[in-house]
Nanobody
Framework: QVQLVESGGGLVQAGGSLRLPCVAS????????RAWFRQVPGKVREFVAR????????YYADSVKGRFTISRDNAKNTVYLQMNSLQPEDTAVYYC????????????????WGQGIQVTVSS
C-alpha cells in the first residue's frame, strides 16, 4: 500500500519561504502523477500544483503561480513544494497526492493522500 508523508511545515513570516517534501513508501512512485493541494477550515480542498512522472510538465493554480515550484526526485520517491514569497492567505494544511493513471486539479483525480502538514504565515 502506498503511504505519503509530508514534512517541512511550520510558522513563517510573510515574505518568507518553506519547502515541503512528501516522501512515498510502499512502492516506487516514479510513474505516478504527483500533486499538492491545500485546505483551510470550512473550505474545500483546493489544487495547488501538479507534476507528471518524468517532471517535464508542471501546472499551478493561479494563486501560487510564480511563487511556488513543484519538483520531484524519483530516486528518493519524493515530491517537493518550494514556496516563496509566502502570504497570510497561503495559511492552510498542505496535502500531497499521487495517482498512477489520472492527473488533474480535483481531489477525485488522486487515489493516494498524505495526512497533511500545517503551514502558517504571519503578517
Amino acid at each position: 500500500q502506498v503511504q505519503l508523508v509530508e514534512s517541512g511545515g511550520g510558522l513563517v513570516q510573510a515574505g518568507g519561504s518553506l519547502r515541503l517534501p512528501c516522501v512515498a513508501s510502499g512502492r516506487p512512485l516514479s510513474h505516478y502523477y504527483r500533486a499538492w493541494f491545500r485546505q483551510v477550515p470550512g473550505k474545500v480542498r483546493e489544487f495547488v500544483a501538479r507534476i507528471n512522472w518524468i517532471a517535464t510538465t508542471t501546472y499551478y493554480a493561479d494563486s501560487v503561480k510564480g511563487r511556488f515550484t513543484i519538483s520531484r526526485d524519483n530516486a528518493k520517491n519524493t515530491v517537493y513544494l518550494q514556496m516563496n514569497s509566502l502570504q497570510p492567505e497561503d495559511t492552510a494544511v498542505y496535502y500531497c497526492a499521487a495517482d498512477p493513471v489520472r492527473s488533474g486539479t480535483t481531489t477525485s483525480a488522486y487515489d493516494y493522500w498524505g495526512q497533511g502538514i500545517q503551514v502558517t504565515v504571519s503578517s
